[in-house]
């Protein structure tokens, strides 16, 4: 099944439209402009963030249009010219989309998209290019940051009925996925994006028969190779788990059934685990997995993990899908460049007492940088388009947060990250498959050092910018400040 298509065009800010029809009063319609979305800060304090979101917004701009619907909507709000009706009526998104690929680990300050079209349509499409890329990006590096904590364990994204609307939880199941969630047990997002589906039961199943025993066996004789029991309804080491072996014993060995588990869903997660493990392997069942959710989060996984808690799965809830720790990504959206008359690129900066908030200027490129001895990746570099990083040559690099730390790259290879979306209003590019995406991530991930993926006081990973663009900055702070 095919992800619906609606029509949200004026799912925008409403300044989008009184600048476009301003745009066009003033005769700025025409106007070739550069805008790029970036971040600021990781989430949770991270060392990195993963991009996602690009393909619900490549969805957004092929069916980008404006109904008669619309049209009649913004003409009853008595601020908008029929010229500017005239011209949304016939919209359609002619210019070009650079962007980093989904499953890209990213970085404050740095490019994560740039557009390039006339000022009107490239300001009509900021609301929703930023709502894909803050959600999804949010969710799926709140996935990965699980997804590491439990080492190679399994985990399952849970959280649809705590989600912030249906599309928080349908996209917010294919970003945890691209994060490195094996699944979901959200149906409608396995039906529409693939992300795998799966679930056994809740405590109503067992409260709903005459005893415990009665609704595990009855359970197992219905799904004997999706055997999964949630043992905690009652007392989970006196009834629970050996209720689950007795059912197990009459039901699945006689069937030559070997693969079950267990679910725990409250109670002491560790020692649980740990005496359910002792129970499962006394009486032969050694290949039962056990499975644990309950407000987990990549902070508790671990401690479970240090603790010694024997869990072979775990099922995360809320915390993932609303990224509860730190529920919203800060992309913005800012105007970086406008094309004279004659098709020179005009670089613009926007200052700020606080100078996180002051952009970087012009049109530029971000290439990641990749040691050739270690294949680990040392620094982002961004540079203007036209410029091309000669890897032959040593590079000189300054840490963003402490301009006087230097690091010089001898041995390396500069890969650029943006990649071409649309040219000229055409889809250029070639969606990869969910499954290609996570992969991809979890490759990309793996460039990284550990220092890099510490939860606590992560390694300050160097994006850095061309001496060129240092330039030019320098020289609109001063001519601006």
Known sequence: MKEEKLNLSLLCDFYELTMGNGYLKAGYQDRVTYFDIFFRDVPDNGGFAICAGLDQFINYVENLHFSEGDIDYLRGKGLFSEEFLDYLRNFRFTGDIWAIPEGTPIFPREPIMTVRAPAIQAQLIETFALLCLNHQSLIATKANRIVRAAEGRTVLEFGSRRAQGTDAAITG??????????????????????????????HAWVQMFPSQYEAFKTYC?????????????????????????????EVLKPLGIKKCGIRLDSGDITYLSQ??????????????????????????????????????????????????????????????AVEDEDGNIIPKIKLSENVAKITNPHFKKVYRLFDRDTGKAEADYIAIYDEVVDDTQPLELFDPEATWKRKTLKNYWAVPLLRTIYRGGQLVYQRPALREIQLYCEAQVATLWDSVKRFENPHNYYVDLSLRLWTIKEELLRRNS
Request: net charge negative; aromatic share 8%; charged share 20%.
């Open 221 to 249: 004789e219905i799904y004997p190779h999706n055997a999964v029991l949630l043992v905690d309804t009652y007392n989970t080491l006196k009834s629970g788990v050996p209720d689950a072996i007795r059912a197990f014993n």
């Open 275 to 336: 005496q359910a493990r002792k129970m499962l392997d006394e009486a032969g069942w050694t290949e039962c997995e056990i499975s644990a959710s309950n407000s987990l989060d990549e902070y508790i996984i671990r401690d479970l993990l240090l603790q010694g808690a024997k869990v072979d799965m775990f099922g995360v809830g809320e915390r993932l899908i609303t990224a509860r720790s730190e529920p919203v990504f800060g992309g913005v959206y800012k105007l970086a």
């Open 173 to 202: 199941a294919r970003a945890a996925y691209i994060g490195g969630c094996k699944g979901t047990a959200c149906a409608v997002s396995d039906q529409v994006f693939g992300v795998p589906a799966g679930g056994t039961m809740a």
